[in-house]
């Protein structure tokens, strides 16, 4: 059964420096979105990316954070600047017809 | 603000001891509900959805339920591999796919 993939699995960063999360949507689906969860959190929605565009961001999601599709499979995450509270699990999910489908997920640690 | 409050927040069950998790919502124009389950340090993995006030769905021991105003996850004979957190989402008739996620119930149940 075709899966959202994530890569990495785990990283760590020093507060400042830029990261890039990758994911590998699901081959035929057309909606794409990131959410984080801070440890004991909720999962909090990011953004939504719909032919190369974004839909929809939350408050969450500033002018430190952009996504881009660059090519045909792979979705990434970038934050350009990281902040101590931007330590959470990043999720990416792809969506066709109104199921999203997650995958297993960043935990990013920024020090 | 759309809000989605999961009850109870930790549920202790013996094996073969049936009960029901509760999600409320308050969601201008519903157009899905959503039941995930969470295993530790893993990405959401969806169950069911539900769009409309009287729909149920059903998959081996998981039943779901959706009021105007709530959604019940119903486990019956429960085994230990159904220990995990249980996530509902709600999408909201206006967005481009933004879920808005309760803070999960954690199920265990002892052998």
Redesign the interface.
């Known amino acids: 059964e075709p899966e959202v993939t994530q890569t990495p699995s785990h990283q760590v960063t020093q507060m400042g420096q830029e990261v890039i999360l990758r994911c590998v949507p699901i081959s035929n689906h057309l909606y794409f979105y990131w959410y984080r969860q801070i440890l004991g959190q909720k999962v909090e929605f990011l953004v939504s990316f719909y032919n190369n565009e974004i839909s929809e961001k939350s408050e969450i999601f500033d002018d430190q954070f952009s996504v881009e599709r660059p090519d045909g499979s792979n979705f990434t995450l970038k934050i350009r600047s990281t902040k101590l509270e931007d330590s959470a699990m990043y999720f990416c999910a792809s969506q066709r017809s109104e199921t999203q489908y997650f995958g297993p997920g960043t935990r990013l640690l920024v020090l | 603000e759309d809000q989605v409050t999961q009850s109870p927040e930790a549920l202790r069950l013996q094996e073969g001891e049936s009960s029901s998790l509760n999600c409320s919502y308050t969601v201008s124009g519903l157009?899905?509900l959503?039941w995930?389950r969470q295993d530790p340090?893993?990405?959401?993995?969806?169950l069911f959805?539900l769009y409309s006030a009287g729909e149920e769905k059903e998959k081996e021991r998981l039943k779901a339920t959706l009021t105007k105003k709530e959604s019940f996850l119903h486990i019956t004979a429960p085994k230990p591999e159904d220990s995990a957190t249980y996530?509902c989402?709600a999408?909201r008739g206006t967005?481009?796919?933004?879920?808005?996620?309760?803070?999960?119930t954690i199920l265990t149940v002892h052998p």
Do not use: V
């Open positions: 157009r899905g959503f995930y340090g893993k990405g959401p993995e969806f959805t996530l989402a999408l967005s481009y796919g933004k879920l808005t996620f309760g803070q999960g």
